[in-house]
């Protein structure tokens, strides 16, 4: 509602940007407003927010809590334009968090773009591959993303389909399954060298974690015996 009565096509993008941060503002100010109205505790109303402009081309982008933007670019690669807003507990900085934990940002020349709730955001770019070369599990993201359809029957069929996948995977949710994708069908991303495409090495990449959660266990266990070592004041 807020960017429908703002945006419009002669706005460049500084003013675009301008407008997304403005509707992070306007939505935080509306929640706590409808918390108000109903005498409700404003921690029901906890909520993260994920907004796109896309025209095509340019994606200009807002993010609050653990969802997430993903575009594939005219040069075929896939690329995360967020991360997931949590501390190290893992609680999610929601949109009541503030403006120190929202993203925005832009960038161009770009075929398609999707936004997904955390649910399919951690099998899009899921933790085990942080430290991996390709951080996104590109065949599941193709699957999304890499589309042709250019008519309303087609457009819907492949609405079907993708309901359709994403009640059976991932099969340990039931919950926050949720994706938005657009692309232009006037343009199509460079095709990469078939590697590129490969399902990702599970196995060494929960091996290389393993091994780093217990290299930093031995390390907080080594820290750990210093602390009864008396200090040295020689």
């Known amino acids: 509602e807020f960017c429908q009565e703002h945006i419009a096509a002669d706005l460049d ?3 675009l940007k301008e407008i997304i941060q403005n509707a992070f503002v306007y939505s935080a100010k509306s929640i706590l407003e409808r918390a108000k109205e109903g005498n409700d505790d404003v921690r029901e109303y906890l909520t993260t927010l994920c907004l796109v402009l896309f025209d095509g081309n340019r994606v200009i982008y807002g993010n609050a809590g653990d969802g997430g933007v993903l575009v594939l670019r005219e040069d075929g690669l896939y690329s995360a334009l967020t991360q997931m ?6 609680d999610v ?5 503030g403006e120190d934990h929202w993203e925005f940002g832009c960038i161009d020349e770009v075929v398609s773009v999707l936004l997904a709730t955390d649910g399919v955001w951690c099998e899009l770019c899921p933790p085990i591959l942080k430290n991996e070369k390709i951080t996104i599990n590109i065949p599941l993201a193709r699957k999304f993303m890499d589309r042709d359809e ?3 029957e087609s457009v819907l069929e492949l609405q079907k389909n993708v309901t359709r996948y994403l009640e059976k995977y991932p099969s340990h949710l039931n919950d926050d399954k949720t994706i938005l994708v657009g692309f232009n069908s006037d343009k199509k991303a460079q095709e990469l060298d078939s590697d590129y495409y490969n399902i990702p090495n599970w196995s ?9 959660v217990s290299s930093c266990d031995d390390n907080t266990k080594d820290n750990d015996s210093r602390i009864n070592e008396p200090i040295n004041n020689d």
Request: aromatic letters at 12%.
């Open 150 to 152: 250019d008519c309303e």
């Open 85 to 90: 807003q949590r501390n190290e507990e893992g």
């Open 93 to 97: 900085y929601t949109l009541f968090a």
């Open 204 to 212: 060494e990449a929960y091996k290389k974690m393993t091994n780093m």
């Open 13 to 15: 993008e500084v003013v």
